[in-house]
């Protein structure tokens, strides 16, 4: 008989919000309590297709059947992660920070983290390495500590084995006042996962806490919802734009070569043939393109400047963006950019002309390709994923009186076609990878002569607020003050500048 059963019992989460009025800290499993999948497989793929490449994820797909014979809690566990982590550099993996978070918040149930927000302090144990949950924990759950193990590394890389200490121990934590080395304070509660009470040292666990609860099962839970998010999910990076079960991760094998062979297609397609002869060819071969536009604004956009051509400002979603402009407007176009690689730039059907972020110098070859025809310009000076619009660089507005904004929406179903820590000149291949990515075009009203800097008097960053905000409307996103800097910040640890003879940003 359990010496410690009078301590332990089964209480669903709605029973422990009602119940927390004695209570001021809760340990928690997250694994077993807060995500509604049961198998950790998903995030290892990521992690070994994202940080180890395609031939890393290839042997953990292949090596899960022994992992499944084993069991996920104990060696096979350990199995995922030496094949995810060994030989990976320390210093440069984003993984956990940049690509989980996404996944984690998606696999959050609703009601385990509403439960979790009711205690003043928040104590979190994981299975999995820290370096894989540690950042996702404080940053959006805002957990006080997480207690999950270290990884061995040698030489500044991960030797895919943990550190030398007892993986199902509770280590002690300064909570509720208490001291460094001591335990956890006795008016604690311990919540852990029904399927994962028999992987801990339950003599310790009960020794901890006053109560320790089991979560009931994942049955019947619903998902976080985007708006009950604590924090809001603006930027990730990672190329897969989809969760790798066990399943999807065999279709995502088995689509690769076709995809590698579409995607070419596609490129050469679009390199060797006229705009206007290679878009009904690619609609065939699956992409999709979506357009709308006020009556108002068709003559507007056939309309020939005299002076100057018409400047076309977007959100922007992938480096495709300017291109899938001019294809829809059936003319030629000229665009701007901060980061193109030169393979890009190469190879790009319509001019593209690199900026140097001097305000002048800019401003000038921005002016100079308006006199030349229409322009197409992305103020937010990056992408962004998310259905969020990051701050709009307000030097456009200085241009012209003709601005006619445009609200842009990609859909894709394998790989995303942008990166922040990866090579950039392979964006549009990834792209064109998917089965079918649809882009969705919605043309603006022309903006009027009152509502502008040269015909209304209205200051630059007037200008720039306004078409940010009529573009997050047409597309029912959220308008942030978030830059560029503050992306590459978040998802590589630098300020997103580089060398333009460098694909890798």
């Keep these: 008989m359990n010496p410690y059963c009078n301590k332990m019992r089964t209480i669903s989460f709605v029973q422990q919000k009602a119940e927390l009025a004695n209570n001021e800290t809760q340990v928690f499993d997250f694994e077993g309590t807060l995500l509604r999948s049961t198998s950790l497989f998903p995030y290892f793929m990521l992690v070994a297709f994202e940080a180890g490449g395609i031939l890393r994820s290839i042997i953990l797909f292949l090596s899960y059947p022994l992992v499944w014979l084993v069991g996920e809690d104990q060696l096979g566990l350990k199995m995922m992660v030496f094949l995810c982590f060994f030989g990976i550099r320390k210093d440069t993996f984003r993984t956990g920070s940049a690509v989980l978070p996404k996944y984690f918040l998606e696999d959050i149930r609703g009601e385990g983290f509403e439960a979790l927000m009711c205690y003043e302090r928040t104590v979190a144990t994981s299975q999995l390495p820290r370096i894989m949950v540690e950042n996702f924990l404080k940053d959006y759950l805002g957990v006080e500590a997480v207690m999950a193990r270290e990884l061995k590394s040698f030489s500044g890389f991960f030797l895919g084995v943990y550190e030398k200490n007892n993986p199902n121990k509770i280590p002690s934590y300064e909570v509720n006042g208490g001291t460094k080395g001591r335990n956890i304070n006795n008016n604690s509660t311990g919540m852990v996962g029904s399927n994962h009470i028999e992987f801990i040292d339950q003599g310790q666990l009960y020794q901890q806490f006053k109560e ?294």
């Design 212 to 505: 320790v609860c089991l979560a009931d099962e994942k049955r019947n839970c619903h998902v976080l919802s985007r708006e009950k998010y604590p924090k809001p999910l603006i930027f990730h990076d990672g190329r897969l734009a989809f969760r790798p079960t066990l399943v999807s991760s065999l279709v995502l094998f088995i689509w690769l070569p076709f995809g590698l062979f579409l995607c070419l297609l596609r490129f050469t397609i679009g390199i060797a043939m006229p705009l206007n002869v290679s878009a009904p060819i690619l609609a065939l071969s699956g992409t999709r393109t979506t357009l709308s536009r006020p009556p108002s604004t068709v003559s507007l956009v056939h309309s020939e400047e005299k002076e100057k051509g018409m400047l076309y400002v977007c959100n922007h979603r992938t480096l495709l963006d300017p291109l899938y402009v001019s294809i829809v407007i059936g003319k030629p176009l000229s665009t701007v950019t901060y980061s193109l690689s030169r393979l890009s730039e190469t190879v790009s059907p319509i001019k593209t002309i690199r900026l140097t972020r001097d305000r002048e110098k800019d401003r000038e070859k921005m002016d100079k390709l308006l006199s030349l025809g229409n322009l197409v310009v992305c103020p937010e000076g990056t992408t962004c994923r998310e259905p969020y619009l990051l701050r709009f660089s307000p030097l456009f507005a200085e241009l012209t009186a003709n601005i006619v904004p445009v609200a842009i929406d990609v859909k894709v179903s394998m790989f995303y076609g942008t990166t922040a820590s990866g090579y950039k000149c392979l964006d549009p291949f990834f792209h064109f990878m998917n089965p079918s990515p649809t882009y969705t075009i919605k043309f603006l009203e022309m903006l009027k002569q009152s509502q502008t800097c040269l015909g209304g008097g209205k200051s630059k960053i007037e200008v720039a607020n306004f078409v940010q905000k009529e573009i997050c409307k047409a597309l029912g996103f959220v308008c942030t003050n978030m830059t560029r800097k503050d992306k590459y910040l978040v998802l590589a640890g630098n300020e997103g500048v580089s060398s333009p003879n460098n694909c890798h940003q």
